[in-house]
């Protein structure tokens, strides 16, 4: 069961936090600046080693990919890209990817918690309500080994968004 928390995922003690990256992987605001300003110039580092690898064009939308968490409680940080809103395309399935990839990566590294962000519901203007629908649904079934899953929101209000949805799926 995904646990709803309200907090500040950079402060989350758990095996993996998710990071709420743009393709470049190399900083932004929201959770991106404040993983990036608490985590230490570490991350930033290894994440420039990934754009000099394999990662030379970036990380797509749904993709995601894992760093040192540097001076952050986590081990790991899973950079992922969350798709921007759009009004006039569905693109809930390559949010869903975000949640499930990250997943995959995180259980691949050994991680047995892993904490999420509301991916897209920020900078990227994804609807709150359904930006928590698509994580629940993406969260159901979770790769064995991971056995903590909890969805990190920013504030009361958003957690209560999270709540009342998931009050209504279930
Ligand atoms: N801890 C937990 N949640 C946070 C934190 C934090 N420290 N900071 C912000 N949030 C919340 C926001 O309130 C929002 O609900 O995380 C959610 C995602 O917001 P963003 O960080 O803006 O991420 P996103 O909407 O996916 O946009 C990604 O923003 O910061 C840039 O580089 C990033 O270009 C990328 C884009």
């Not at 760093?67 to 869903?96: C, I, M, N, Q, Y």
């Not at 904490?115 to 064995?144: I, M, N, T």
């Amino acid at each position: 069961m995904v646990e709803l928390v309200a907090g500040d995922i950079t402060a989350e003690r758990v095996d993996a936090i998710v990071n709420a990256a743009n393709s470049s992987l190399l900083g932004g605001g929201g959770v991106d600046g404040a993983i990036h300003r608490k985590g230490g110039p570490e991350i930033l580092a290894a994440c420039r080693a990934l754009r000099a690898g394999h990662l030379g064009k970036g990380l797509r939308a749904g993709q995601a990919v894992a760093t040192t968490a540097g001076r952050l409680p986590a081990k790991w940080v899973v950079h992922t890209v969350g798709p921007v809103w759009s009004a006039t395309e569905d693109r809930s399935a390559t949010l869903r990817d975000c949640y499930t990839n990250s997943l995959a990566v995180a259980a691949g590294l050994g991680a047995r918690s892993v904490s999420f962000p509301l991916l897209s519901s920020g900078v990227y203007r994804w609807p709150k309500d359904d930006a928590v629908a698509q994580a629940l649904v993406a969260l159901r079934d979770l790769p064995p080994g991971v056995d903590l899953v909890r969805l990190v929101l920013f504030d009361q209000e958003t957690l209560e968004i999270a709540e009342r949805v998931r009050a209504a799926t279930n």
